[in-house]
T-cell receptor
Framework: EAQVTQNPRYLITVTGKKLTVTCSQN?????MSWYRQDPGLGLRQIYY???????DKGDVPEGYKVSRKEKRNFPLILESPSPNQTSLYFC???????????????FGEGSRLTVL | AQSVTQLGSHVSVSEGALVLLRCNYS??????LFWYVQYPNQGLQLLLK??????LVKGINGFEAEFKKSETSFHLTKPSAHMSDAAEYFC????????????FGQGTTLQVKP
């Protein structure tokens, strides 16, 4: 089954404890992206990746890192989480940048992170 | 820069009634517009898209949206609400052809009353 898989789905952690949210897709997609969803703000892009080893910042990259060492995986790293990073995170992927324009962007089920 | 505004964070309708969710956008170029739906504890699913073809776009589950350039609107409608339509709905626009970034509206939660 074609899917975008995120782990963990739920996590409660404490300020400063490094964590990684994994994202994996099995569709051989080149384009991947991370969004965070906050009430009243919709979704905002954190980082995106056009292909392996090519990543760039979105609108809210502060406090986050990403890597794209292989096509299928795009982990989101919080080196020193803070309470303002409490949010619902979504990973998304698409065959290419053009397919994003045609609406073929596949979302994972989300990872709800709470930082105390 | 592109932006999206959804009017009404919560909309409540009775089962069988018309659903109307409002979305206005600003864009300096012909926009790519989308409506996504998010069911509880799930990711976003594409409902429909406008990509400069027909101005009236039909999507899944009986939803449709009309692109009105003069009003910079892309409102989502469904003639008859079903209980299973209860979800959060997001309007979005592609911000840049070079990044694939979607600019989302604030979201509208649709409640369907029996």
């Amino acid at each position: 089954e074609a899917q975008v898989t995120q782990n963990p789905r739920y996590l409660i952690t404490v300020t400063g404890k490094k964590l990684t949210v994994t994202c994996s897709q099995n569709m051989n997609h080149e384009y991947m992206s991370w969004y965070r969803q906050d009430p009243g703000l919709g979704l905002r892009q954190i980082y995106y990746s056009m292909n392996v080893e090519v990543t760039d910042k979105g609108d809210v990259p502060e406090g986050y890192k990403v890597s794209r060492k292989e096509k299928r995986n795009f982990p989101l790293i919080l080196e020193s989480p803070s309470p303002n990073q409490t949010s619902l995170y979504f990973c998304a992927s698409s065959l290419s940048l053009w397919q994003v324009h045609t609406g073929e962007l596949f979302f994972g089920e989300g990872s709800r992170l709470t930082v105390l | 820069a592109q932006s999206v505004t959804q009017l009404g964070s919560h909309v409540s309708v009775s089962e069988g009634a018309l659903v109307l969710l409002r979305c206005n956008y600003s864009s300096s170029v012909p926009p790519y517009l989308f409506w996504y739906v998010q069911y509880p504890n799930q990711g976003l699913q594409l409902l429909l898209k406008y990509t400069s073809a027909a101005t009236l776009v039909k999507g899944i589950n009986g939803f449709e949206a009309e692109f009105k350039k003069s009003e910079t609107s892309f409102h989502l409608t469904k003639p008859s609400a079903h209980m299973s339509d209860a979800a959060e709905y997001f309007c979005a626009v592609i911000e840049s052809s070079n990044t694939g970034k979607l600019i989302f509206g604030q979201g509208t939660t649709l409640q369907v009353k029996p």
